[in-house]
């Protein structure tokens, strides 16, 4: 998959309108220089020339060097994957604790006001953009209150409004998922009968019930967790964090083809993993898996 990735990238990367050398070289640059340019930085091979020696570094460890700074591109990762990492995290933990809570208290109150506020708080946060949210956010707490800074990752603070508004759709999305997940499993025989035998109520919503409807909710979880680091990208230009979001969108606007195929090849890495771990953590909530497997 990611051989498949890496083709894709390199090849829809040099498709994209414009010439970085062009971009170095600037407006007054004449043909012969721009050509020099070019024949630095490799781009005047045929494209699968490019692709292997691409390649062949990218085995040996070697992202290369940025087309506009000339800096490793290993060095500049490093110093930007910090701040998305703490962003995707603290936005997916807030989202997936509230959602969870939101999610079975609707289900265990069904037909009743608890289920009718969880169920708006989760329609609303699905439908509000994220960068309209993001906007919305500075403007109150940061600009009239005072409250956060705009923008930086100067203290803790700053991660605050950046993870509300990348974390508010995830936590929506598993709000609804988990009022459907635990709805079916409060249906089942096996919920009925220990009820029946007398068990406390929060012992069949937490220890049965619950564990029970977290496959769903782990799978959904797991897709949107990926999703969270293409997601910043957004989140990171509105605020101005200096991550790996922020510096895809730089780069794509230089066109420098080295930064933006590593951090796209980041991307589905992270993607791809995220996926066996949820894959992992099925038979880990639901011993069946394990022994079927």
């Known amino acids: 998959m990611l051989f498949v990735v890496s083709v894709l990238v390199f090849m829809f990367l040099h498709l994209i309108p414009g010439d970085p050398a062009r971009l170095i070289a600037g407006q007054d640059a004449t043909l012969e220089e721009i050509m020099g340019i070019r024949q630095q930085l490799g781009l005047d091979l045929p494209l699968w020339k490019q692709y292997v020696h691409y390649m062949s570094n990218l085995l040996s460890g070697d992202l ?3 087309i506009q700074s000339g800096l490793a591109v290993t060095d500049m990762l490093m110093s930007r994957v910090m701040p998305t990492l703490w962003l995707t995290f603290l936005s997916m933990a807030w989202a997936l604790l509230i959602g969870l809570l939101i999610g079975v208290v ?3 109150y069904r037909n009743r006001w608890p289920d009718y506020v969880g169920t708006l708080a989760a329609i609303s946060g699905m439908s509000v953009p994220g960068f309209w949210l993001g906007l919305v956010l500075i403007q109150i707490f940061s600009v009239e209150l005072g409250w956060f800074p705009t923008g930086g990752v100067d203290t803790w603070k700053s991660y605050i409004l950046p993870s509300i508004t990348l974390g508010m759709g995830i936590m929506s999305m598993l709000a609804r998922y988990s009022r459907s997940s635990m709805l079916e499993t409060l249906r089942e025989d ?9 068990m406390r109520e929060y012992v069949v919503i937490g220890r049965h019930a619950l564990r029970n409807s977290l496959i769903q909710v782990v ?3 797991g897709l949107q967790f ?13 605020f101005s964090i200096p991550g790996l979001g922020r510096l895809l969108v730089d780069s794509i606007l ?7 195929q590593a951090l796209l090849l980041i991307f589905a890495t992270q993607f ?8 992992l953590l099925y038979g880990v909530l639901n011993p069946k898996i394990r022994y079927s497997s």
């Open 64 to 66: 290369g060097n940025s």
């Open 254 to 260: 230089f066109r420098d083809y080295t930064v933006i």
């Open 226 to 238: 990926g999703f969270l680091l293409g997601g910043s990208v957004m989140v990171e230009t509105v």
């Open 106 to 108: 609707s289900a265990v």
């Open 272 to 279: 791809i993993l995220i996926n066996l771990i949820v894959d």
């Open 190 to 198: 096996y919920i009925r009968t220990g009820r029946a035998k007398g």
């Open 219 to 221: 799978t959904v979880a």
